[in-house]
C-alpha cells in the first residue's frame, strides 16, 4: 500500500502523510466493514481517496486545460529490453505533478477521465490532455534513456 503512496506523493513524507490518513480512516471504519475476503481491495481503495485528497490540498489543479486530440504515442519496442522498471517508475516521478496524478489515475489504478474529473474536480478533456502529456514526456525520457544507452554500448565496445 506505501507503494501507491509513493506514486501520488512528491517525497517520504509525503507518501507517509498519506499513508497515515489512510491507515487511521481504515481503522476508524473498520467496524463497518463488512465484505468478507475483500479486505485488502477496501484498503486499497481508501490508499487511493487519501491519495487524491492529499493531491487536492495541494491545489495541483488550479486551471483547466484544453484538450484536442490524443495521439498514441509509440515507443520503439527496443527500449523496453534496456530499462528496469525502477528506471520506469524514476522517470515516473519526474512527471509534473497534476500530470504525474492523473497518470497513475488512469494507468496504474483503472480510473475512467470521467471518474478522475470528478474526483478532482477537473474536466474530462484536462484529465485526458494530463494522460496525453504524461505519455508524451515518458516517451520523450524513455528515448533520452535508449539514446544514451547506445552511446554507452558504442564507447564500450
Known amino acids: 500500500m506505501i507503494n501507491i503512496c509513493y506514486r501520488y506523493a512528491p ?3 509525503g507518501a507517509g502523510t498519506i499513508f497515515n490518513n489512510a491507515m487511521l480512516r481504515v481503522f476508524k471504519h473498520i467496524g463497518g466493514y463488512t465484505d468478507e475476503g475483500r479486505l485488502m481491495a477496501w484498503i486499497k481503495t481508501i490508499v487511493i481517496n487519501c491519495s487524491i485528497d492529499f493531491c487536492k490540498k495541494r491545489n495541483l489543479f488550479k486551471q483547466s486545460v484544453p484538450y484536442f486530440n490524443e495521439d498514441d504515442t509509440l ?3 527496443q527500449v523496453f529490453d534496456k530499462v528496469s522498471a525502477k528506471e520506469i517508475q524514476q522517470m515516473m516521478k519526474r ?6 496524478v492523473v497518470f497513475n489515475m488512469f ?6 477521465h470521467k471518474q478522475i474529473a470528478t474526483a478532482l474536480g477537473i474536466s ?3 484529465s485526458k490532455w494530463h494522460v496525453s502529456e504524461g505519455k508524451r514526456l515518458l516517451k520523450t525520457q524513455l528515448e ?6 547506445i552511446k554507452k554500448a558504442n564507447a564500450a565496445g
Open 124 to 126: 474530462e478533456g484536462t
Open 95 to 100: 512527471l509534473p505533478g497534476s500530470t504525474a
Open 11 to 13: 517525497d517520504a513524507d
Open 107 to 112: 494507468i496504474y489504478d483503472g480510473f475512467t
Open 75 to 77: 515507443i520503439d519496442p
Open 144 to 149: 533520452n534513456f535508449f539514446t544514451t544507452e
